[in-house]
């Protein structure tokens, strides 16, 4: 009947996994700014769309704003 | 009438109008901001929020002080010789689209690596390369394209604020003890009363132990990490001989740990595991969720963050230099430019000084001053360029001085009882007797079980109900009042809020208003011509009083000046065909016989001949008579203006009668009111707007800061207010009241969760499942109950 043992242990590493996740979250800042994340989730999809446009146009518009300055 | 609307900024842009690629801006600024957006693949600005941007101010020369390596050093994160770091604090950020085009600033500069918005504290952390880029450059940037961020000194004293994270890791842990221990104390809720002999499962009985010591272990992190809080305050309370609600609530955990310990150790039962990390978790969550804060907002303000990093100094070579304001010596000379703060104490060298003190004294009138005269330190120089030599210090200055005051170091949450713990000292004194006479009727009847009853009472009447309802109320109070631009510090000032009897006004910035203002004319009727003469004069002067004036004027043609001539500090002058038009100070135009007048006057005279005054009046805010009026039912009013009397007339007007209106009162002054007021046992309420508020905003119980844009400067207080929700003052000070009713109706709720459980305790059936259901319930019926009553009182404000 030892698998009880196996069990408990199993259920008891998936915890603690979840718990490490959890701490390791918080530490890196996840839960300071909920905001912001969810905005700029929106964002990233029509980023897609503006990078259709060719490169090369981008950097001369680039050089010429410097040069503006 | 549809008004053509900037396309950057939505401003009005019926004055001025430039026509720009089939679209219409208010201003070159606006329209230059676009180029750059538009030139640089930036235009979907446009399509997330119509109409976000700014206009950008003109702010070269400004930052300067940037050029300085030690400055900047102090101002960026990270530093390597060739990546920069640096979070700045940009007020502007209001929306999605500023989130866009500040996290895409790499598209404007190839050297900005990467940045990251944090839109509830509105900054922005951006990391550049230093090769061919620096934090000037960059802040230019930023406010070429109308986000201009605010460096202030506060920034160079206080390095990075550790984040306090520690209540989501004690949350955490509880949340994660409280489920496991729940998982396993599943066995013993199926099979209570069994055992081998009796014939119950034989796995479960057989494992009982194992599951019973995995509950130890997980409930000992909740106890002596995830609980702490309660010891250590409940100790301190009772050191202090104040018997508050920490104090049962850290006995209940602490008998709750015991007897579970022993239970498990002589085999007597399975413990209160459960209940115990739920009860810590339920407390903990109250705790989480009454602290909401306003990360965009500061209660704690000082004068640091009005004041610049760095002034221009005239060495002695007679070069300018940049120095930091804390290198101000006794004897520096400083270079003053137009809207520039005067850092310190001084005399004025040269040039014509017309400074604005309203923020040191609450002063609307700009004061003239000329060479030689004293100036103080907070007064904005609004004419131009001026020197002058310090006398002081900055931290010796005349206003800064005022920080020195007591007020700024008193912990005032200290003295404060709130009403739970008031309640919890009756609450510990009663459950202590309960506790005690039923174990002694025990140890009469039979003794072996005297000791299960006594902590069976301690148990069940830890007061947890008891400490959510004021944390949930008063955490939905301050979210509540938050989408009503009404911004509290803390759940505390809530309840110090449904105390006040009295309240105490400041008179400018506070109950009247900067935005509008409105002027009557004295003296002989304007023809025509004239009027549109005097119209089109001004149209094309900045000064704050010709705009004023102008929205005032009737509408005229426009026509073209033949001349016109801007005198700084003076006035303006027009001529149109043979008529000649002045408009300005009483000098300019010739007037000789001044009045003394406490009033902001404009003379205008024409072809030489002197016509009459408009004079300038303080808009008081809308609504004003009618606010007073309600309040002084209930409320003690008063006004203590740092201004003159010059209004003292239509005040009277306005307020109820015999409300006592006090003027020329001086900072500190205002302080000591507050404290006078304070010894005779009144709860007062300061409702101000200014730096020389700030001492008697401190000093009150409740410290109210209005302010007309809530991101700009508000002094350190215990509420910021919207303008636009001044006349609901009233109403948000009943609806704080109306929020302790519930607390006290909730209380009663969970007293009779109470008085069920000692019912259990008292005659010794007390078993964990019981504790088990009870416990939570009472707690989550409060919860409920808060929730619902809270959001039906948010119906009815409006």
Known sequence: ?69 | MDRPSCYHCGDDCTKTRIDFDDRVFCCNGCKTVYEIFSNNDLSYYYDLESSAGATPNAIEGKYDFLDNESIVGRLTEFNDGNMEIVNLYIPHIHCSSCIWVLENLNKLHPAIKSSQVDFPKKSVRITYNTIDFSLKQLVLLLGHIGYEPNISLEDYDNKKKPVDRSLLYKLGVAGFAFGNVMFLSFPDYFDLSTSDVSGGEFWLNRYEPIFRWLMFAFSLPVVFYAGRDYFISGYKGLRSGLLNIDVPIALGILVLFVRSTLEIIFDWGPGFFDSLTGLVFFLLLGKFFQQKTYSFLSFERDYKSYFPIAVTRINAKGAEETTQVHDIKKGDRLLIRNEELIPVDGILINGKARIDYSFVSGESEPVRKESGDKIFAGGKQLNGLIEMEALKKVSQSYLTQLWSNSVFRKDTSSTFQTLTDRIGKRFTIAVLSIAIVASAYWLYTDPSRAMNVFTAVLIIACPCAIALAAPFTLGNMLRIFGRRKFYLKDIRTIEQLAQIDTAIFDKTGTITTSLKSVATYEGMPLTPEEESLLKNTIRASNHPLSRTLYDLLNEQNIITLDEYEEHLGQGVEGSMGDDHMKVGSADFVGEQQIEESTNTAVHISSNNVYKGKFIFHNEYREGLSEVFKTMSETLQLAILSGDNDGEKGRLEQLVPKLTPLYFHQKPEEKLEFIKALQQQDKNVMMVGDGLNDAGALAQSNVGIAISENVNVFSPACDAILDASKFQQLYAYILASKQAMNIIKLSFGLSLAYNLIGLYFAVTGQLSPVIAAILMPLSSISVVAFTTVMTNLMNRKLT
């Open chain 1, 1 to 69: 009947m030892s698998v009880i043992y196996v069990l408990l242990a199993i259920s008891i590493i998936v915890a603690v996994f979840f718990f490490i996740a959890f701490i390791i979250s918080v530490k890196s800042g996840q839960y300071d700014d909920a905001y912001t994340p969810s905005v700029r989730m929106l964002f990233e999809d029509e980023l897609v769309h503006e990078k259709e446009t060719p490169v090369k146009n981008k950097q001369q518009d680039k050089i010429q704003l410097n040069k503006q300055r």
